[in-house]
């Protein structure tokens, strides 16, 4: 009589593959723009939600080789144009996995810029030494050739695919309804059960890595997931 | 890769010592600086140009995920035709990003034609003036300049043919051809490669119908743009990091390039590369230098164009060396515009690169730096704080006190300055080069074409 060997997590096949896909942007120039605080949350509380997400999502992406010291774009003009530190402090913690819709991160931006402008009713009108312009962006979505049917093959394609893709995938990700992480967790738990390795995937820091960082961090999660499986 | 070797041996470009002429010849053993520096070999001639490179040889640049995306964005156009018009074949920048564009087009399969407006010289006067009154100098708009802008552009139109899927007119000067637009199944895009935020009233009155009849408008900054009825997309110039300009060179073509010039690459090399033009602030930098080297053993470099084919452009460069005074160590050269090997080189043996302007147009000096990993110091004008994010991608400076302030600190602080030329390098490669430049054109085509159905937020 055959005996069946426990599959590994390494090559257990799973139901639906994981398909890699990229993105591909182009910026559109908005109409609101801003040249002191006061006009900045006027533009805050006007623009379309393409704008935040613009500006807080997708400039994560602009600047993906950051480690450190770059949080959204709002946070970085109150700091080096207007020089409001301690709102640029306020505004770069805002941390876009903490929300699970524009609306939301619209909302503690706005109250962010209030607050200090009570406080501070003299920064309000003080000019900028550049103007802040409001954009947005048009995504179009592309298929990569990475296709992922286990989590060795997932391990492969993460290493290969472009940055675009880890960000597709792990940040902008975090928007796209009905979910409200990123897909890999959501792939990792779904279809190979690995929960606990969907959370470590999830804890990682994308403000205080780059994107290379990222995609480094996910591998080496991974690996060590199918290491501890291997007998 | 081999550097290309001057063609001429004897000088043909200006070096300006800011040392006193009775300095003495230099001497073999001499260190660089401290002796009279030998006048630079520079070809008189432009050298034969390069073959234009293909999709392929960006690969180990821009590594083959992004070359696979564009390789899928250009299969969603196969079979499409494009047409691109601009008002000259040769010389500025334009010209220039289409050279290399257009190949790479056809390469994808975009089918892309180039086409050129011709004019009489009464036709170029008219749009020079346009330019410079749609960069808010002050002009006579007449009747009669009106007049030959569209009896030209009317000719033009009447000589041209618009039966591609998309037609792209690039700057004002063939703006009137898309009087044409009704005739044509196409999409009609304008491309504005200059600043129009302070126009000319009158004459922006005169282009804005026309604009407005496009599909689609380009601009390369938000702060270029105006408000109108048509959307309005970002792109930004590019570098090509395959361009004499820009490739990579050996290390014996840069010490010859430093030895040529009489720079001293053992001591801090501070390079601001500009035409000899005062908006560029060149008395401004040499100031800047002086305060610094009260405290840093430096050398600087100002190197540029323009000295010899424009009165202005000299005089200029006599104010520098008035500023630079006696100093063996600032060296001025003025370059012919066929030097981009050496300004290349200029560029990678410098230990900051500074560009003080004080207005500029996109400054794409600043992502030739950057895109060789220097730090930078640049003024917070024009199309610069897009690429020198402050603090992360260089350093943003308002005053010549400011930048002395920089450069001293860069100089002090080398891990620092390190990081900022990597930071910088990886910004321009997400937004300054020519592949990036290519994909917004394939995506702005697909979503043009209904190939494509953007998303507009995730």
């Known amino acids: 009589m055959a005996t069946t060997l426990p599959t590994t997590v390494g090559v257990r096949k799973a139901g639906t593959p994981f398909y890699f896909n990229s993105e591909s942007h182009l910026t559109r120039i908005g109409r609101e723009r801003a040249t002191n605080l006061v006009e900045l949350l006027e533009g805050l509380k006007s623009c379309p939600d393409a704008s935040i997400f613009y500006h807080t999502f997708q400039t994560l992406r602009e600047h993906h080789y950051l480690r450190a010291g770059f949080s959204n774009d709002f946070a970085q003009w109150v700091f080096a144009a207007c020089n409001e530190v301690g709102l640029a402090e306020r505004l770069a913690v805002v941390d876009v996995r903490d929300f699970t819709s524009i609306p939301e991160i619209r909302s503690r931006i706005v109250g962010a810029v209030e607050s200090y402008l009570k406080a501070n009713p003299a920064s309000g009108t003080r000019p900028a030494f550049e103007p802040f312009y409001f954009c947005a962006s048009d995504t179009v979505v592309t298929p990569t050739p990475f296709v992922a049917n286990t989590l060795e093959e997932f391990a492969e394609c993460l290493q290969q695919a472009g940055l675009h893709s880890i960000h597709h995938h792990f940040i902008s990700s975090r928007l796209r309804p009905p979910v409200t992480r990123n897909d890999f967790s959501t792939w990792l738990e779904a279809e190979l059960g690995l929960t606990a390795l969907a959370a470590r995937l999830n804890r990682i820091d994308i403000y205080t890595s780059t994107l290379s960082d990222v995609r480094r961090k996910i591998v080496q999660l991974v690996q060590q997931e199918i290491t501890r499986s291997t007998p | ?458």
């Open chain 2, 1 to 458: 890769m081999s550097a290309r070797k001057p063609s001429v041996p004897e000088p043909a470009a200006i070096a300006v010592k800011a040392r006193p002429a009775s300095a003495p010849a230099a001497t073999p053993g001499t260190a660089p600086g401290q002796e009279r520096r030998r006048a630079p070999r520079i070809p008189e001639t432009p050298p034969v140009p390069t073959p234009a490179a293909r999709l392929d040889d960006y690969e180990p640049v821009i590594g083959k995920p992004e070359l696979d995306e564009l390789r899928f964005l250009g299969s969603g156009l196969t079979g499409k035709t494009a047409k691109m018009v601009n008002s000259t074949a040769v010389g500025g920048g334009v010209a220039e990003i289409l050279n290399r564009l257009v190949p790479l087009m056809n390469e994808l399969g975009v089918r892309t034609k180039w086409e050129v407006i011709t004019g009489g010289n009464d036709f170029f006067e008219v749009t020079k003036g346009f330019h410079n009154a749609l960069h808010g100098a002050a002009y006579d708009l007449t009747k009669d300049a009106l007049e030959i802008f569209t009896m030209y552009n009317e000719q033009n139109r009447q000589r041209m043919e618009f039966g591609e899927d998309l037609v792209v007119i690039h700057d004002p000067q063939p703006a009137g051809l898309v009087r044409s637009k009704q005739a044509s199944h196409a999409r009609w895009i304008w491309r504005c490669h200059i600043d129009l935020s302070t126009p000319h009233p009158g004459l922006w009155d005169f282009l804005r119908p026309l604009v407005e009849q496009y599909d689609a408008a380009i601009f390369s900054s938000p702060s270029f743009t105006r408000q109108l009825s048509i959307p309005q997309y970002l792109f930004y110039p590019c570098i090509d990091p395959l361009s004499e300009k820009n490739k990579e060179l050996e290390e014996s073509y840069l010490g010859k390039i430093a030895d040529d010039f009489g720079i001293d690459r053992s001591r801090p090399i501070l390079t601001q590369i500009s035409r000899f033009d005062r908006l560029k602030d060149p008395v401004g930098v040499v100031e800047a230098y002086k305060l610094v080297k009260k405290y840093v053993d430096c050398q600087l470099v100002l190197a540029g164009g323009g000295a010899s084919d424009d009165p202005e452009g000299a005089v200029v460069l006599e104010e520098v060396r008035q500023a630079a005074g006696d100093d063996p160590d600032v060296i001025l050269l003025n370059l012919p515009p066929w030097c981009a090997l050496e300004i290349n080189a200029l560029q990678r043996i410098s230990t900051v690169v500074v560009q003080k302007s004080l207005k500029e147009g996109f400054g794409l000096t600043v992502s030739e730096a950057l895109w060789k990993s220097k730090p930078v110091i640049a003024g917070a004008v024009g199309g610069i704080p897009t690429q020198v994010v402050h603090k992360l991608t260089g350093m943003l400076v308002h005053s010549v006190e400011g930048c002395a302030y920089q450069l001293r600190y860069l100089l002090t602080h080398p891990e620092f300055a390190q990081q900022l030329g990597k930071n910088g390098r990886e910004h321009v490669k997400e937004n300054f080069l020519i592949t990036t430049n290519l994909k917004r054109w394939l995506v702005l085509f697909q979503i043009m074409l209904g190939v494509t159905q953007p998303r507009g937020t995730a």
